[in-house]
């Protein structure tokens, strides 16, 4: 699976939308972006995922370029809750089996009231 | 409906023991992996299951480590003759099928202490 190279912090106001940047350069055209986060204590939680298209849901937006090289995470409307450790990963779609996912450092981020 | 659920939360041993952690993926999940977790670190994938048959076993760090799905559902990760290095959080991640553009869904882990 491809490197991904996240900030290790990131700091955002309460209520204003955090963008979380990560840069997937070596990734191939069978390779999925996913975003997981870990608040303390607990298990990573699934945020959401995409191939080649800009994807939203209840909890995030992820954005892609269109290159491929990099993706933003974004959570339109920050709260407190949302201060997590958030991990960018890149992970190859096969079928016939899954694979174990490759987590890095992540980004810290930290909510500010 | 119900997560994945992980026991015990918090397990203690000493040094040489071996200890048995527990993972109940979602019902119907097909795919099981286990990862270990060190302090400050990011999870580090261990094994993964589909169904009974353990298709990868890479990650396990040691033959101390041993895991099995006799049933395809509930999962044991078994570790013998324990030492302080293990010592870590255990977590336990279901997905529906076999095919990896599926997510992963995490348990919140057995925090493992060796003394």
């Known amino acids: 699976d491809a490197k991904t190279t996240q900030p290790p912090s990131m700091d955002c106001a309460e209520g204003r939308a955090a963008n979380l940047p990560c840069n997937h350069s070596t990734i191939s055209g069978n390779e999925y972006v996913y975003w997981y986060r870990q608040i303390h204590s607990q298990g990573p939680q699934y945020i959401i995922h995409?191939?080649?298209n800009n994807e939203t849901n209840e909890m995030a937006s992820l954005i892609i370029t269109e290159d491929r090289k990099s993706s933003t995470l974004i959570l339109p409307h920050a709260t407190l809750r949302d201060t997590a450790v958030y991990y960018c990963?890149?992970?190859?779609?096969?079928?016939?089996?899954?694979?174990?996912?490759?987590f890095g450092k992540g980004t810290h981020l930290i909510i500010q009231p | 409906g119900a997560g994945v659920s992980q026991s015990p939360r918090y397990k203690v041993a000493k040094r040489g023991q071996d200890v048995a952690l527990r993972c109940d993926p979602i019902s119907g999940h097909v795919s099981l992996f286990w990862y270990q977790q060190a302090l400050g670190q990011g999870p580090e994938f261990l094994t993964y299951f589909q169904n009974e048959a353990q298709l990868d076993k890479s990650g396990l760090p040691s033959d101390r480590f041993f895991a099995e799905r006799p049933e395809g559902s509930v999962s044991t990760l078994k570790i013998q003759r324990t030492q302080q290095e293990d010592s870590a959080v255990y977590l336990c991640a279901s997905s529906l099928e076999g095919v990896s553009n599926q997510p992963q869904h995490f348990g919140d882990g057995t925090r493992l202490s060796i003394l």
């Open positions: 990963i890149v992970r190859v779609a096969r079928l016939g089996g899954a694979d174990g996912l490759t």
């Open positions: 995409g191939l080649k």
